[in-house]
T-cell receptor
Framework: SQQGEEDPQALSIQEGENATMNCSYKTSINNLQWYRQNSGRGLVHLILIRSNEREKHSGRLRVTLDTSKKSSSLLITASRAADTASYFCATVPAWGNEKLTFGTGTRLTIIP | DSGVTQTPKHLITATGQRVTLRCSPRSGDLSVYWYQQSLDQGLQFLIQYYNGEERAKGNILERFSAQQFPDLHSELNLSSLELGDSALYFC??????????????FGEGSRLTVL
C-alpha cells in the first residue's frame, strides 16, 4: 500500500522555471525523504527532513514539511533539462515498523 | 554509481518458472532492502535484512523468499512465476539498522519479464 500521494502526477515546465511537487501522507512520521528516478534507473536520494524540522535546503532543492497537514513539498528552482525524472516522497513511520514507504511519484518533464 | 550491484539487469522467463535475483550492497552496509516497482502498484517494499537476519517484512508473496548471506550479499528468489510478477526489482542498502538516520542507496534494478 502507498503511504504517500504525490501531486501532481505529471508536470511539464520550461527550463529555468521553478517546479513544485507536493506529497501527502497518512500516518505520523519519523522522517520524510525525497528521491529522484531517471527513467528505468535506480532511485537516488535527494534530501531527508525530520518530523521536527519545517524546512530544509540542498542546492537548488527546498523541502518543506507540515506535520499538522501531513504534507510536504519539494521545490526545484531554476530547473534544467537534466532534472527531467520522476520524483518520489517516502516516509518512515513514527513508531513500529521502520520500513520506508514510497508515494506514487510525480513525473517531471523540463522542456528545453 | 550508488555502490549497490544487482544482477541480472534483465531477465525473461516463462510462467511457472523460478528465478534468483542477486544484490551486493555498498561496502560496509549491513542492511539490504528489496522493493518491487510495477506500473499498477508503484514501489512496494518487500523485505529487509540486517546483518543476515530478517528485520522487516512488507507485501512479499509466499512464492517469494529472500536471504542475506554472511558476506552480506542478498538474493531474492521468485518461484511459480505469474505474468503479474513482471516488474523492476530493486535492492537498496544502508549502513544502519533503521532508516531513521539516513538514506537508502539503490541499485539499478533487475527487470523481470514473465511471458
Amino acid at each position: 500500500s502507498q503511504q504517500g500521494e504525490e501531486d501532481p502526477q505529471a508536470l511539464s515546465i520550461q527550463e529555468g522555471e521553478n517546479a513544485t511537487m507536493n506529497c501527502s501522507y497518512k500516518t505520523s512520521i519519523n522522517n520524510l525523504q525525497w528521491y529522484r528516478q531517471n527513467s528505468g534507473r535506480g532511485l537516488v536520494h535527494l534530501i531527508l527532513i525530520r518530523s521536527n524540522e519545517r524546512e530544509k535546503h540542498s542546492g537548488r532543492l527546498r523541502v518543506t514539511l507540515d506535520t499538522s497537514k501531513k504534507s510536504s513539498s519539494l521545490l526545484i528552482t531554476a530547473s534544467r533539462a537534466a532534472d527531467t525524472a520522476s520524483y518520489f516522497c517516502a516516509t518512515v513511520p513514527a513508531w513500529g515498523n521502520e520500513k520506508l514507504t514510497f508515494g506514487t511519484g510525480t513525473r517531471l518533464t523540463i522542456i528545453p | 554509481d550508488s555502490g549497490v550491484t544487482q544482477t541480472p539487469k534483465h531477465l525473461i522467463t516463462a510462467t511457472g518458472q523460478r528465478v534468483t535475483l542477486r544484490c551486493s550492497p555498498r561496502s560496509g552496509d549491513l542492511s539490504v532492502y528489496w522493493y518491487q516497482q510495477s506500473l499498477d502498484q508503484g514501489l512496494q517494499f518487500l523485505i529487509q535484512y540486517y546483518n543476515g537476519e530478517e528485520r522487516a517484512k512488507g507485501n512479499i508473496l509466499e512464492r517469494f523468499s529472500a536471504q542475506q548471506f554472511p558476506d552480506l550479499h542478498s538474493e531474492l528468489n521468485l518461484s511459480s512465476l505469474e505474468l503479474g510478477d513482471s516488474a523492476l526489482y530493486f535492492c537498496a542498502s544502508s549502513g544502519g539498522l533503521a532508516v531513521n538516520t539516513g538514506e537508502l542507496f539503490f541499485g539499478e534494478g533487475s527487470r523481470l519479464t514473465v511471458l
